[in-house]
């Protein structure tokens, strides 16, 4: 029988060595990359393929090429350092409390409206927390959430994924837009009936608004086969689509004030209770390490959220 060679276990500064040569093809300038010394680093590469027992490089008087066995440790070397960086990152985030950076998905129907909120509380009570927003339909949120592509979301609920933890955050009115001069226009009791034979406008497909809009008709008694006009990508359009005259549509109220104030053309009117309703919430995955750091963001969210035209919920809501 054939002795099975045991691997010796590379270390961190070896794979750093070998995926800044694999980066760079030239010994001096993957050492400047990284802050070693020439002979530390080439002697690193050396100990990396004796530890191996494969050659990764091929070295020659004028240039340094990738063995075939190197091309693919390469891209391994880079998935193990990338790893431990992520674990570094989240090492410090449990030692210091909103720093680092934090990966936050919004939906397209919240973004604009409560983005500034999020932002300024970001600002003033987390300078050192470094936050990325990324707009993206519903769909597409969660995947990167499973992923790990990002961390926290500001999205409608409820989503109904196992895994997923959702921190509401509060609840709002859908309002009716129409154009100025609809006999639904100003009035502050419309009555949810009056879905069922209105010409709606809504957004494409993919948005979740669109969704609760369709559930809020159907509840209204609305047939399915009834007329929906669909051509707008974003609420922007679909309220000057309102304005010309092709129909009318339903915002949250936290979107009327940026969607129709500087438009005449426009008018809203106001449900009668209880008046149909979305939730927002933050969510994240189920044992998150920054579990503890969202709640508390949740609830600082919550505070400042208290100024718009909500219903602030409750951490138990």
């Known amino acids: 029988m054939v002795p099975v060679r045991r ?3 590379p270390s961190l500064s070896q794979l750093r060595a070998f995926a800044a040569v694999a980066e760079h093809l030239h010994f001096r300038d993957a050492a400047a990359a990284i802050g070693m010394s020439q002979p530390a680093l080439s002697g690193a590469v050396s100990a990396l393929e004796e530890a191996l027992g ?13 063995s075939p066995a190197g091309e693919r440790l390469a891209a391994r070397a880079h998935v193990v350092l990338d790893a431990v960086g992520e674990l570094m990152e989240e090492a410090e985030a ?9 990966r936050l998905g919004v939906i397209p129907t919240v973004a604009p409206y409560l983005l500034p909120t999020v932002l300024r509380l970001a600002h003033t009570r987390y300078p050192q927390l470094d936050l990325q927003v990324h707009e993206e339909q ?36 859908f309002v009716l837009v129409a154009p100025e001069g609809h006999p639904l226009a100003g009035r502050d009791d419309i009555p949810r009936e009056a879905l069922r034979e209105l010409r709606l406008l809504l957004l494409d497909e993919g948005h979740c608004l669109r969704d ?26 679909l309220v000057q689509l309102v304005a010309g005259g092709l129909g009318v549509t339903l915002l949250p109220r936290t979107a009327v004030t940026v969607e129709t104030a500087r438009n005449t053309a426009l008018s809203t ?5 209880p008046a149909p309703t979305r939730r927002i919430a933050l969510a994240m995955r189920a044992g998150a390490a920054r579990h503890s750091e969202f709640e508390e963001l949740a609830g600082a969210l919550r505070e400042e959220l208290a100024a718009l035209p909500v219903r602030v919920l409750g951490a138990d809501s």
């Open 7 to 9: 691997v010796k276990q």
């Open 54 to 66: 494969v050659q990764l490089l091929e070295r020659t008087t004028r240039r340094v090429l990738l």
């Open 94 to 102: 449990a030692q210091a409390p909103f720093t680092g950076v934090l």
């Open 138 to 173: 519903t769909a597409s949120l969660l995947e990167g959430l499973a992923a790990g592509r990002l961390d926290l979301l500001l999205l409608a609920v409820p989503l109904g994924v196992p895994g997923v933890v959702e921190l509401p955050l509060f609840d709002e009115d």
């Open 212 to 237: 609760q809009a369709l559930d809020i008709c159907r509840e209204a008694g609305r047939e399915d086969g009834a007329e929906v006009t669909t051509t707008a990508a974003g609420l922007s359009t």
């Open 269 to 273: 009117g106001s449900f009668t209770a």
